[in-house]
């Protein structure tokens, strides 16, 4: 039988980790902009098929009482029908009850298999919330490059325009041909085009994000907050290290691989006899002393066939779990391989842009800008510069949004939740 402290520890860890799902998640409190943070907590928070996952854990824990409870106590009654109202003999009756104890060992084994097993379905929970959290980290990227590249896209309509005006006013003065005039109109239709592209991407995240958070999906959210230069990753060889006692995956198989364990154990214990007491009184003795009794009963295990194939069962079991594991720690390695090499790539290509095209393109528009102004070149060169600077910074913040994108991915692989390292984390890069 379970000892009453570690019923207490398991009660008290339902109510420290399970809380209700309700329909529609809270009232969020965002403020005029949120943090990827805020958003992980409130997803982990208000998402159902964490409560769905937390009551398939919490049923699993039910089981470790069943497992570990005696066998309902048994009675039995019998009369001697022969005996009632007969005047040669008193009303004879028998009763009896009995209780099957395991044999010694047994309940311990079999409550072991069950917090073995209900091991794997709480390791279901963190694999879940792993996956959440990488998910609203991905959609939040996407969220605030969505939001930038809106704002550059009613910038690049501002110049179209101006470039339509400009050169219709110097078609018209026949400074320019008509071929001019026809590009700035192709490139305001186009950028006309892209905003209703934009703004159906807006949408679509919206709708995700909301999902994540059980809300409906028209339910408006504010503006993200910058995301955050990342200057460098930690070493690949310390995340594979950190994952082989981090992923929940792996947690998991080492729970089967105990509960299969037990099982083994529970298979050889099982040759062994159960034993059965029982008290009863039988008014059928002409004896008085006799009538009450106690006695002790065992089953015999004639056929061993059954406890041989679970006994094989259990082993077999145990070899497909230690395969399972050894397959998953290469799989593991692979992902975090492939997800480190992305997201290195994805580091050099915004280290790229933020470091050296971006500021190519401002230093290029300011030459534009300063020839402008002395007359050197006309407002149709300063205009595509302007835009060239434009789409540069557009570039940039993709790049940023794709690096986040991609660290997400190598989060959820390593199994962290939290950022890798908060130290590699510097400033924020202005919108």
């Known amino acids: 039988m379970k000892a009453y402290s570690s019923l207490i520890q398991r009660m008290l860890l339902l109510f420290s980790i399970l809380q209700p799902c309700p329909l529609w998640a809270k009232e969020i409190g965002f403020g005029t902009t949120f943090s990827v943070d805020q958003l992980v907590s409130e997803v982990l928070a208000a998402n159902p098929k964490l409560g769905m996952a937390q009551a398939t854990w919490q049923a699993s824990l039910t089981t470790i009482e069943q497992q570990s409870s005696y066998d309902d106590l048994q009675f039995k009654y019998s009369f001697s029908p022969l005996t009632i109202n007969s005047q040669k003999a008193a009303f004879g009756q028998r009763f009896e009850i009995s209780q099957k104890l395991p044999f010694p060992g047994k309940f311990q084994l079999r ?55 400009t050169a219709i006013a110097q078609y018209s003065a026949g400074r320019a041909n008509k071929q001019d005039v026809l590009r700035a109109e192709m490139q305001l239709a186009q950028r006309q085009h892209q905003s209703i592209t934009l703004q159906r991407q807006k949408k679509t995240r919206l709708a995700q994000l909301n999902t994540l958070l059980n809300r409906p999906v028209e339910t408006p959210l504010p503006k993200p907050q910058a995301l955050t230069e990342i200057k460098k990753l930690p070493a690949l060889k310390s995340l594979l290290l950190k994952a082989l006692h981090t992923r929940p995956e792996l947690k998991a198989i080492n729970a089967k691989l105990n509960a299969y364990k037990a099982e083994s154990e529970l298979a050889e214990i099982n040759y062994y006899p159960d034993f059965k007491l029982s ?65 290195e790539e994805s580091l050099h290509v915004f280290h790229l842009y933020h470091q050296q095209l971006s500021p190519l393109a401002n230093e290029n528009l300011l030459v534009a800008t300063t020839d402008y102004q002395a007359g050197k070149s006309d407002l149709l060169s300063l205009i595509n510069s302007q835009q060239e600077q434009l789409q540069t910074q557009l570039e940039t913040e993709q790049a940023l949004a794709t690096m986040h994108r991609h660290l997400a991915e190598l989060e959820q692989a390593v199994g962290s939740i939290e950022p890798l390292s908060t130290a590699d984390y510097a400033g924020i890069i202005a919108e």
């Open 111 to 165: 409550e072991q298999v069950a917090e073995h097993h209900a091991k794997t379905k709480q390791q279901d929970i963190a694999s879940l919330q792993l996956l959440l959290a990488s998910t609203a980290k991905s959609l939040f990227s996407d969220w605030y490059f969505i939001h930038q590249a809106i704002a550059i896209d009613q910038q690049k309509q501002r110049l179209v325009k101006k470039f339509r005006d």
């Open 279 to 343: 008290a009863g009184y039988n008014s059928l003795w002409d004896n008085e002393d006799k009538r009450f009794n106690i006695g002790v009963g065992i089953n015999i295990p004639l056929d061993l066939s059954k406890k041989r194939a679970a006994k094989q069962q259990a082993k077999s079991n145990s070899q497909q779990a230690s395969w399972q594991r050894i397959d998953l720690q290469a799989q593991i390695k692979q992902e975090i391989t492939i997800a480190y090499a992305l997201t």
